[in-house]
């Protein structure tokens, strides 16, 4: 069954408000959701709303959030997320980048105590309506073993950068750290498939083919194996040791029915980001020219076969947004099961 | 056959010198080039060398080179590195970087006009003294197929970041964004050696285990696939499309028997540089002390081999630097037979 956007946007705004967050708070947690599922990343959208209401329920996120600067330069700023979600906190942070882009020609800002944050696109794509190139970035629960670990110690820990360009859709690359990202490996199990090698390994650390192993208590791999892993590292520190924040095994389970580790070595989840004013370096009609230049140029790659195109960063995701903005968005069966069950429990209607 | 390191230092301090560089800049070049040997990446060393005097002496690098800032705000620069190499002009934007970052509490350069800047490591590293975070990336002349294409657009593109800790040693995560470096590729081509599957692609864009599949005609693959080509377009696109150098396709070849293309949007290649000030974000001390407990909790993790330890990014490098400095630099027989020529040609002694 289809849903147009503006029905899942009002509902989403609908839930957030019952568990207690403001309206503007609820619109804003909303917009980031949807967008998710607006670009087709399903594992990001609404399927994650009832966990962030089990979290509150749990005591875990904090739907009254005021998140404060508790130290800031003027490119910098580092931001306590208050407990509550990402959702709420990374966007306020991203206007923080943004305002301090404008003075001084970049801004960057750590967030810690913060909860789960949806699609990194969000974020870094804020940026683009000022002609800024935005950067998002968080950890998340630990998932991927380091290279020669049997252990799970980083989370799928996915980088965003998005990039201004004048004609042309922008250049937005959101990817996790890992060859896989979790919600891949969940379709893999439903739909009992095998998956790649690379993807996983048993909990032994033995390569593996099988869906499960990670319920199994093996662990997700890094992307392309030691370089992903310095890759998932990097954005752990400047999210996490940068801020405040739990990194490595440390970092806070996303599902409620997983408890926090005991003697946490900082306060919830982090993430960080950053705007870069592309006019801080030169002007920006000359580096929008170049942009769609650099886009054209690499959409007439030659092609290993004529039928499969040489595809933009972020342009299925866009590709997506115009079609399910026109045709409406398609749940997965199960998710909207879940979302029915949530709107029975708070009394509201999907 | 070893080399000190402090021979190999004063023979291309010579060299440099002999080809009209100034004995300042000589000595940075020197420097730059040593440490890549002494870390152990011997295909960005002096194994290079004679790659920048063909290059000067070829017109397309500028010995007498003097960079000059051609726009900036507080917290960010661009550099026109005058046609100069790389080993010059990334660490003067290091230097920018690292005085911005004092005064905004970040710093962030884009070069254009530029050459081969040697290790990606050197220049990140130029933040550690300064209880800074320091980035560094380059685009590449182009060798890596983007995902779907049989086209060479991008370069190896080299990432770096390299973040100070307290008693441990820094953590430095310095990688190609292909799955394989080019240097890689020639040490399986030398010992006819069989690549594994993912390295390279034919012409055609098959999958290939022949490491010779670049020399005729085939390409270098990004990491781990779709994801490693939008990681070394964002780094192609901060390097280039933000500065000014040239981009894509269009990135003039390194070695100097291969012409520039004809009518290229830019100048010279491009690099991209960073540093954040730690206490930017939270109190040095704060930082420090949780990337030491970071370190060891990876050090750590469980491991799938009780013999294969889990490393830190940049610890092999760090062992490789402390042996070599204390054992001498044992150099490839074929570099040291082009050292020994280069020596000959201009009446040097290696």
Redesign the interface.
Same mark, same amino acid.
């Given at each position: 069954m289809k849903f147009t956007q503006e029905r899942l946007f009002s509902f989403c705004i609908q839930v957030f408000e019952t568990c207690g967050m403001s309206k503007e708070d609820a619109k804003l947690a909303a917009e980031v959701l949807v967008l998710a599922d607006l670009r087709g990343i399903d594992s990001h959208g609404v399927a994650r709303l009832s966990g962030y209401v089990r979290l509150a329920n749990k005591g875990r996120a904090n739907f009254n959030a005021k998140p404060f600067i508790v =130290?800031q330069?003027?490119?910098?700023a580092?931001l306590d997320a208050n407990q509550g979600l990402g959702l709420i906190s990374a966007p306020m942070a991203m206007h923080i980048a943004i305002e301090k882009a404008k003075? $001084? +020609?970049?801004g960057?800002v750590?967030i810690k105590n913060s909860n789960h944050f949806g699609i990194a696109a969000y974020h870094a794509m804020m940026a683009l309506p000022h002609d800024m190139?935005g950067i998002s970035m968080t950890n998340a629960s630990p998932l991927v073993?380091?290279? =020669?670990? %049997?252990?799970r110690?980083l989370g799928t820990n996915p980088i965003c950068?998005a990039?201004p360009s004048g004609n042309e859709i922008p250049?937005v $690359?959101d990817?996790?750290t890992s060859?896989a990202a979790n919600g891949k490996l969940e379709i893999a199990q439903r739909l009992n498939k095998q998956v790649p090698l690379g993807w996983v390994q048993t909990k032994? +650390?033995k390569e593996s083919t099988n869906a499960n192993e990670l319920k199994d208590g093996g662990a997700l791999l890094p992307?392309?194996g030691? %370089?992903?892993?310095?890759?998932a590292?990097?954005v752990?520190?400047?999210s996490a $040791?940068?801020? +405040?924040a739990n990194?490595?095994?440390w970092v806070p389970p996303f599902v409620a029915f997983l408890d926090p580790l005991p003697n946490l070595?900082?306060e919830g989840i982090g993430h960080f980001v950053g705007a870069?004013?592309?006019d801080?370096? !030169?002007p920006k009609e000359?580096?929008k020219a =170049?942009?769609d230049?650099?886009i054209k !140029?690499?959409k007439a790659?030659?092609?290993?076969?004529d039928n499969?195109?040489?595809?933009i960063?972020g342009e299925l995701e866009h590709r997506a947004y115009l079609q399910r903005i026109a045709d409406g968005i398609e749940l997965n069966p199960q998710v909207q099961i879940d979302l029915e069950a949530l709107a029975a429990q708070l009394k509201l209607v999907l």
């Open positions: =130290h330069t003027p490119s910098t580092t003075n $001084v +020609g970049t960057w750590a190139i073993a380091p290279t =020669h670990a %049997k252990e110690m950068l990039f250049f $690359v990817m996790a060859n032994e +650390g992307l392309g030691h %370089k992903g892993y310095g890759l590292a990097a752990d520190i400047l $040791v940068l801020s +405040g990194y490595g095994p070595p900082g870069m004013r592309v801080a370096f !030169r000359d580096f =170049h942009m230049n650099w !140029r690499f790659a030659e092609r290993i076969d499969t195109e040489v595809l960063p």
